[in-house]
C-alpha cells in the first residue's frame, strides 16, 4: 500500500492561510491503515486547527469527511457540496488522491495535508518499510521475491557490491545488504543457479512518467482479440 | 504500576499515545506539560491524591488554559460541522 505522513502543523496552517472555512477529506484505504489520513486523523488534524484558531483568537469553520478512496471519481462527486461550501479543501490522502480531488474541482484551492513516501508493507504495528519503487518491470522472480531496485541503496541489479559486509550495506550498517538477503533466501528456494544470472541493465524506457495502464478488457473499440 | 496493567502491556501503549498527544499540543503551542499520565492501582486512594495535588500546581504554574484567555478577551465562532 501507499504510505504516508501528515506534514507538520506549521506547514498546513502556512498552506491554509486565513481561510475561514476548511473542509478536511480523509481517505479510508493506504492512508487511513497507515494513520496518516483516515477518519482519525481528520478529527485529529481539525482538533489542532480548532485549538489554535481558539489559541489566536480567530474564527474558523471546519468541515469533516472521509471518503472510501479519493483515487475514484464516484467518491469525489459527492463531495460538491461540501468543496464548493468550504474556501480550502485539505486533502489528506496520497498525492494521487489530492492531485483528483483538486482535478475534479478546479476552481478551489485543494491543499496537501501529507507527505506521501513509498509503497510499502506494515512491518508491525505503527512501522512501514518500502518495498517496491514500481519499476514496470518486476525482477522479484529472478531474486527471490526481494526487491534489489528498493532494497539497494544502490539499485543494483547484479550485486553485491565490493562494500557488502558479513550481510550489512555499506551505505548503512543498520541495514541489510539486499543481495545477502537475495543469496541467502535463493539458498533456501533452491534457487541459487540465479545468482550467477547477469541481468541485462534495467529498463527505463518503460518506467517513463507518467505512467498509464489500460486494462485489455476496457480499451477503446473492441478491445484486443485473443489470437 | 508501569507494565503491571490489567491488559498486559496496555498502560506501556498508553504511555505511547499520550506522549504522542503532548506532541500534538506543543504542535498547537499549548504546553504539553497540561497532560500527564500517571500510574496507580484502582485502589490506590493516596497516590490518586498525589497525583490530583501535582496537577494542581502544574495547572497554577501554567495559569489559565491559553484558550480560555482568548475567551475573555473575544469570543471566537467555532462550529463544529460533521
Ligand atoms: S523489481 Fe522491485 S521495484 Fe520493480 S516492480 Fe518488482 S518489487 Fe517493484
Ligand atoms: S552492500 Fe548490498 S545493499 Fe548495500 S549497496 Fe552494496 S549490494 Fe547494495
Known amino acids: 500500500m501507499i504510505i504516508a505522513e501528515r506534514k507538520t502543523f506549521d506547514e498546513i496552517k502556512q498552506i491554509v492561510g486565513d481561510a475561514h472555512k476548511i473542509l478536511i477529506v480523509g481517505c479510508g484505504t493506504c492512508v487511513a491503515v497507515c494513520m496518516a489520513g483516515g477518519e482519525k486523523e481528520v478529527g485529529i488534524l481539525a482538533s489542532l486547527l480548532r485549538l489554535d484558531a481558539k489559541r489566536e483568537g480567530r474564527e474558523l469553520e471546519i468541515i469533516e469527511t472521509t471518503v472510501e478512496r479519493q483515487c475514484d471519481k464516484e467518491y469525489l462527486e459527492p463531495l460538491a457540496k461540501k468543496v464548493s461550501d468550504a474556501d480550502v479543501v485539505v486533502s489528506l490522502a496520497c498525492g494521487a488522491g489530492v492531485q483528483f480531488l483538486a482535478e475534479m474541482y478546479d476552481t478551489k484551492r485543494v491543499l496537501p495535508g501529507l507527505n506521501t513516501r513509498f509503497i510499502g508493507v506494515a512491518e508491525h504495528e505503527g512501522m512501514w518499510t518500502q518495498r517496491c519503487m514500481a519499476c514496470s518491470d518486476c525482477i522479484l522472480g529472478e531474486t527471490g521475491g526481494i526487491c534489489p531496485v528498493t532494497i539497494c541503496p544502490k539499485g543494483l541489479l547484479n550485486g553485491p557490491c565490493g562494500g557488502t559486509n558479513e550481510g550489512k550495506c555499506e551505505v548503512d550498517n543498520e541495514k541489510d545488504c539486499a543481495w545477502t538477503l537475495i543469496y541467502r533466501r535463493l539458498e533456501k528456494t533452491g534457487g541459487l543457479n540465479n545468482i550467477k544470472k547477469l541481468f541485462p541493465p534495467k529498463r527505463y524506457d518503460v518506467q517513463t512518467k507518467p505512467g498509464k495502464v489500460i486494462h485489455p478488457a476496457y480499451e477503446k473499440g473492441e478491445g484486443k482479440a485473443h489470437e | ?82
Do not use: W
Not at chain 2, 504522542?20 to 503551542?29: N, Q
Open chain 2, 1 to 82: 504500576m508501569e507494565g503491571e496493567c490489567h491488559f498486559l502491556e496496555g498502560n506501556i501503549r498508553a504511555k505511547k499515545r499520550v506522549n504522542y498527544t503532548k506532541g500534538l499540543l506543543a504542535e498547537v503551542k499549548i504546553e504539553p506539560e497540561r497532560l500527564k499520565m500517571f500510574n496507580m492501582g484502582a485502589s490506590d486512594a493516596k497516590e490518586f491524591a498525589h497525583a490530583a495535588d501535582e496537577m494542581t500546581k502544574i495547572a497554577k504554574e501554567f495559569g489559565p488554559s491559553p484558550l480560555k484567555k482568548i475567551k475573555n478577551r473575544k469570543r471566537p465562532a467555532i462550529r463544529r460541522i460533521q
